[in-house]
T-cell receptor, first 116, second 111 residues
């Protein structure tokens, strides 16, 4: 149980392109979803937290107009990287949790984004 | 600033030995504690969760929690080369807040 599906797994595109990443909870309702970014050999960096039906809460230093997050249903959240540039190249990982309290976060397989 | 500290390693152990991974956290009011494993180029996968003081065992893994010392550890018995990965300690401080992750300890099990 607790499967999180993330798509696509790999994206290569030109600078200036907008890229949408989908994150789905397959067998549970994700009341809260999290988006992380990880650069090579570095730790996970939380970008934003989203609750279903609410606006996402962004971490300090993360541009909300550049990284658009939508969490319209209990099983789907999307992250759109708008006008991507080479410095946005990274490993983006979504995570989902049902309820709060003691529930763990379950991670998708990640999306490797390369901007040329 | 809530912090989770881990030794970055690498921690090298021979195959069959016990690997001991340690983590400390800054907020005494923390409620939930998790260990994740992350292979290179992959996303984290949950290994164990622990919520109360003491030991919790699951197969070859044992998590230990000491809230008074603000310390949580993970023991891996009979370590295998396939256990070689980065192990992330994660702490939830309260309610609906996101997990705070340590930077991870890289474990290398030598055959």
């Amino acid at each position: 149980g607790a499967v999180v599906s993330q798509h696509p797994s790999w994206v290569i595109c030109k600078s200036g392109t907008s890229v949408k990443i989908e994150c789905r909870s397959l067998d549970f309702q994700a009341t809260t979803m999290f988006w992380y970014r990880q650069f090579p050999k570095q730790s996970l960096m939380l970008m934003a937290t989203s609750n279903e039906g609410s606006k996402a809460t962004y971490e300090q230093g993360v541009e909300k107009d550049k990284f658009l997050i939508n969490h319209a249903s209990l099983t789907l959240s999307t992250l759109t990287v708008t006008s991507a540039h080479p410095e946005d190249s990274s490993f983006y990982i979504c995570s989902a949790r049902t309820g709060g309290g003691d529930q763990p976060q379950h991670f998708g397989d990640g999306t490797r984004l390369s901007i040329l | 600033q809530k912090e989770v500290e881990q030794n970055s390693g690498p921690l090298s152990v021979p195959e069959g030995a016990i690997a001991s991974l340690n983590c400390t956290y800054s907020d005494r009011g923390s409620q939930s504690f998790f260990w994740y494993r992350q292979y290179s180029g992959k996303s984290p996968e949950l290994i164990m969760s622990i919520y109360s003081n003491g030991d919790k065992e699951d197969g070859r893994f044992t998590a230990q929690l000491n809230k008074a010392s603000q310390y949580v550890s993970l023991l891996i018995r009979d370590s295998q080369p396939s256990d070689s990965a980065t192990y992330l300690c994660a702490v939830r401080y309260s309610g609906n807040t996101p997990l705070v992750f340590g930077k991870g300890t890289r474990l290398s099990v030598i055959a």
